[in-house]
Each structure stands twice: as structure tokens, then as C-alpha cells.
Antibody
């Protein structure tokens, strides 16, 4: 059974870097798929942050491009998100998800992890 | 404010059919055949139920179907069952290699 599981600090200070990891089990990230991050702030809609391939190719949302980095770690079969210079508006549930290449299917999602930005 | 507009809630009785709309613009839903739909029960991960407007992943009930007309995509659920009660949201590809989301629709099975 394929599973994605997010992990990382639940509390981050303003101006710091938010770092999350998504561990993938039951499926190799060294595939043709894309491995990405989506978030949902309290009371707001879902927002695409971006995704990475296993080789490190990335596509980022224009809204985050200047302060985001996503990286694969094929040796650990996981991928990561770094979001720099966070503020309170970055408080959200962060989901990792797998998207199939060449279509619109975000076919596997993690349960999501809540990250609060506060001093 | 989500990029794609969905009704906040819909309801139906067991056995009935319902439709959920997802309205975008000519830069996303209207331009690309890349709309997908997801079901999310409280506290659970979203589940893909429709992709590329009309395609259904293996294992998803054929009671779920998708369509599109102009800037509006739609998800239809026939033969409503109690377990269909959940939140549903849409995603569309948009200009500039981006993905935009609907605000979500809460389905209540009466």
C-alpha cells in the first residue's frame, strides 16, 4: 500500500525557514511522477506550492518561487520542502502529494501536517 | 478566495443524483482538459475520483462522473450513498504551469 507521510516542526518562528519532509512508502520516487506540496491556511482554500521530480527538476508556483526549494532524496525515498522567511500567513496545513506526469491526477496525498508560524 | 468557484454545500437523499460545479476562467478550466476532482472525509487524505475532466481511476465507483462545458467543470454523483458524505474539491491546470483549486463543496446525504 502506497503511503505519503509528512513530518517536521509544528511551530516555526517568523522570518525562519519552514522545513518539511514527505516520506514515501510502497512506491519509489524514482519514477516519472511529480512530488509536490499543497497547503491550506485556516479558513482558506487549497494552494499549490510546487513539485519536484526524482531528478530534481522543479516547478514552483509564482507566489512562492522566490522563497521555496523542493528537493528529492532518492536514497531515503522522500522529498522535502523549504519555505524561507515565513510569516503568520504561512500558517497552514501542508500536504504532500504525488502527481502523475502528463495528466491532472494528484493521485496520492499525505494526511497533512499543521504548521503554525508564531514567536 | 479560491481561484475556482464551487458551491459551499449541496445535499441529496440516498439514491438520488447530485452535481457539483467548478467554475473558472478561459485561462484555466476553459482552456485545458486538465481538471480533477477529489473526495475528502474529515481528518483523512484527499482521494482522487476524476482526472482529465472525465477519466476515473481504477477502483473508483462508476457512480462518479465528470464533464466540462466552457469555463465550468462538473462532478456528478449518482445513486447517493451515506459514505459519499464528504468534502469535494476540484483542481485545474492554469496558464504559466500552475494549478488552481476550488474552495470545496460539502456534500450532505440526508
Amino acid at each position: 500500500q502506497v503511503q505519503l507521510q509528512e513530518s517536521g516542526p509544528g511551530l516555526v518562528k517568523p522570518s525562519d525557514t519552514l522545513s518539511l519532509t514527505c516520506a514515501v512508502s510502497g512506491y519509489s520516487i524514482s519514477s516519472s511522477d511529480w512530488w509536490g506540496w499543497i497547503r491550506q491556511a485556516p479558513g482558506k482554500g487549497l494552494e499549490w506550492i510546487g513539485y519536484t521530480s526524482y531528478s530534481g527538476r522543479t516547478h514552483y508556483s509564482a507566489s512562492f518561487k522566490s522563497r521555496v526549494t523542493m528537493s528529492p532524496d532518492t536514497s531515503r525515498n522522500q522529498f522535502s520542502l523549504e519555505l524561507r522567511s515565513v510569516t503568520a500567513v504561512d500558517t497552514a496545513v501542508y500536504y504532500c502529494a504525488k502527481k502523475q506526469d502528463g495528466n491532472s491526477a494528484f493521485d496520492l496525498w499525505g494526511q497533512g501536517t499543521m504548521v503554525t508560524v508564531s514567536s | 478566495q479560491s481561484a475556482l468557484t464551487q458551491p459551499a454545500s449541496v445535499s441529496g437523499s440516498p439514491g438520488q443524483s447530485i452535481t457539483i460545479s467548478c467554475t473558472g476562467t478561459s485561462s484555466d478550466v476553459g482552456r485545458y482538459e486538465y481538471v480533477s476532482w477529489y473526495q475528502q472525509h474529515p481528518g483523512k487524505a484527499p482521494k482522487l475520483i476524476i482526472y482529465d475532466v472525465t477519466s476515473r481511476p481504477s477502483g473508483v465507483s462508476n457512480r462518479f462522473s465528470g464533464s466540462k462545458s466552457g469555463n465550468t467543470a462538473s462532478l456528478a454523483i449518482s445513486g447517493l450513498q451515506a459514505e459519499d458524505e464528504a468534502d469535494y474539491f476540484c483542481i485545474s491546470y492554469a496558464n504559466g504551469h500552475s494549478w488552481v483549486f476550488g474552495g470545496g463543496t460539502q456534500l450532505t446525504v440526508l
